[in-house]
Every structure is written in C-alpha cells, then in structure tokens.
C-alpha cells in the first residue's frame, strides 16, 4: 500500500458473549456453555488478526454496551478502538458504524465474527483496494450474505430495503448499489460458521485451534492464524 493513502479503518461487529444470545443454531448441537466459549475464541481471532491487517486501524464496535469484560480484554489486548453500535437494524448500524470511520479516515470496512479466517478472504488485498479510492467493497458468504462490506462511499440507501438474516443479503444489497450508481469491488466467497454443519466444515486445523481457545481460555494460543 503506497505510504500517502491514509489506512482503511476496519470495524469488527461483536455482540457480548452470553449464553442463550450468540451462537445459538451452534449451540444447538454444542450446549451453550461451549458454543458461547467458541464464539470468544472467534472474536478474538478476528480481532487478533484484524489488528495484524490493519495496526493502529481497528475499531471494536459491540452490542449492547462496552462494558463487558470480554471486550475490555480485546481492547487492552490489541490495542483496538472500542464502540459502542448505534441502534436499529443490523443495516443502520453497519451504516453509522462506517460513516463515523470514513468521515475521520477516508475509507472504512465492516467485518463480523462469523468467518474468522480474514487471511483466507485476501482481507489485506480488500483493504487495499478500498484505501486506493474504491467506493464500495462487498465478498459474500456461502449462505447468501457477506463477511466484509465498505469502502469510501456507503451511503443509507445501500442498506435499506435489505432482508437481514435471509439467504438474499447480498442479493439485495449489490441491487441497492445498482440503483445508486455505485460502482463495486467483489471479494472472494467464503464460509461462515453459523450452525455446526458450517463448524465441520471449517478446515480441521481451524477447529483444533478455536476448540483450544474455548476450552482453555486461560492460556495464550496461536490465534492470528499466519
């Protein structure tokens, strides 16, 4: 990346490990306990390796509040931004999210937690692509939605109208960018870990490794991935 474009900020979504509220198609065949313990070892991961893609560029932004312990240890630990979503859907916060970042820095990207491999989906070639001027950078997941979404320009409309947690995300948000006249970059397609079909179809090193996470949490693992 040329030392005169100003890094793209890359904004992580998490919302507070808690039994009962994330990870629950997982949890279905895991228990809670244990698919709420691996959804840490995801976020952590993203986070870990967002902060080796994008050093110093990193905004953590969660649901409801930043006062979870969890997120004060990703903050203190790697030294991201923490935020706090805005309310409202998951496109009004995505869009808040991204406008805030571009209006400091230029260009902004929204990853979630759901596929922690970024080294997997080029990240660093996305974030590349959206510093050097692209407007709007979308990569979709096997399931109908996508993993990474941003650029320079995003503005409210490319998010309204969308079907969220529907097979038609993606479908329905390159439309919205089509109506506006936005031209797009597409990343590669990847695989999110939603239910325990997607969990076994993660490549084994990847579970051994978030497996170990979840269940010593108390010691320091390899999670960067590369």
Same mark, same amino acid.
């Given at each position: ?6 890094? +793209? ?6 919302? =507070? ?73 998951? $496109? ?15 260009? =902004?990207?929204?990853?979630? +937690? ?6 997997? $989906? ?43 947690? +529907? ?13 506006? $006249?936005?031209?797009?970059?597409? $990343? ?25 996470? =979840? ?12």
């Amino acid at each position: 990346m040329s030392g005169s474009l100003p890094p +793209t900020t890359l904004i992580v979504f998490a919302k =507070a490990p808690q039994p009962g509220r994330c990870k629950t198609r997982l949890a279905r065949r895991m228990g809670h306990p244990l698919a709420t313990r691996c959804y840490q070892a995801m976020t952590e991961q993203v986070v870990a390796q967002a902060t080796r893609l994008a050093p110093g560029s990193v905004v953590l932004a969660v649901a409801p509040n930043t006062c979870h312990p969890f997120f004060k240890h990703l903050a203190r630990a790697y030294g991201c931004r923490l935020r706090r979503q805005a309310r409202g859907d998951l $496109g009004r916060r995505m869009h808040h999210a991204l406008r805030q970042a571009q209006r400091a820095d230029g260009a =902004a990207l929204v990853v979630g +937690t759901d596929q922690p491999d970024l080294h997997g $989906g080029r990240m660093a070639d996305l974030l590349e692509q959206a510093a050097e001027g692209a407007a709007c950078v979308v990569a979709p997941t096997d399931d109908g939605g996508y993993w990474t979404i941003g650029g320079r320009d995003t503005p409210a409309g490319m998010f309204r109208g969308v079907a969220w947690s +529907t097979p038609r995300v993606a479908r329905q948000t390159r439309q919205a960018m089509r109506r506006l $006249g936005l031209a797009r970059i597409e $990343g590669p397609r990847m695989r999110d870990i939603d239910d325990y079909r997607d969990w076994c179809g993660q490549p084994r090193h990847q579970r051994a490794r978030l497996l170990r996470a =979840a269940i010593m949490p108390g010691r320091r693992h390899r999670l960067v991935g590369r």
